[in-house]
C-alpha cells in the first residue's frame, strides 16, 4: 500500500520560509517522479514544483519560481520543498504527488498517489 505523508506545515508571516517533508512508503521511490501541489478552498489544485526520479530534472510553476526549491532523498524515501519569501498568496493545503512518469506529474488528474495534504498559512 502506498503512502505520502506530508509534514513541515504552519504558519509564518510574509518574507518567512518553511520547509516541507513528504514521506513515502510502499513503492519503488527512485522510480516516481515527485511533485508539490497546493489547493486553496474553491479553486482546483495548483501544480507547484516537480522532480524527476533521479533529482536531475525539476520543474516549477511561475508563482513559485525562483522562491521555492524542490529536492529529494533516494536513500531515505523523502521529498522535500523548501519556500523562501512566503507571499499571503502561498497559503494553501500543500500535498505530495507521486507518479510513475515525469510528465504524469505535471497535472492532478494524472497523478498516481497522494499524500493528506500539509496547511500552509501566510499572513501579511
Known amino acids: 500500500q502506498v503512502q505520502l505523508v506530508e509534514s513541515g506545515g504552519g504558519s509564518v508571516q510574509a518574507g518567512g520560509s518553511l520547509s516541507l517533508s513528504c514521506a513515502a512508503s510502499?513503492?519503488?521511490?527512485?522510480?516516481?517522479?515527485m511533485a508539490w501541489f497546493r489547493q486553496v478552498p474553491g479553486k482546483e489544485r495548483e501544480f507547484a514544483a516537480r522532480?524527476?526520479?533521479?533529482?536531475?530534472?525539476?520543474d516549477y510553476s511561475d508563482s513559485v519560481k525562483g522562491r521555492f526549491v524542490i529536492s529529494r532523498d533516494n536513500a531515505k524515501n523523502m521529498v522535500y520543498l523548501q519556500m523562501n519569501s512566503l507571499k499571503p498568496e502561498d497559503t494553501a493545503v500543500y500535498y505530495c504527488?507521486?507518479?510513475?512518469?515525469?510528465?504524469?506529474?505535471?497535472?492532478?488528474?494524472?497523478?498516481?498517489?497522494w499524500g493528506q495534504g500539509t496547511q500552509v498559512t501566510v499572513s501579511s
Open positions: 504527488a507521486a507518479d510513475r512518469y515525469y510528465w504524469g506529474v505535471r497535472t492532478a488528474a494524472h497523478a498516481d498517489y
Open positions: 522532480i524527476g526520479g533521479g533529482g536531475v530534472s525539476t
Open positions: 510502499g513503492l519503488t521511490f527512485s522510480r516516481h517522479a
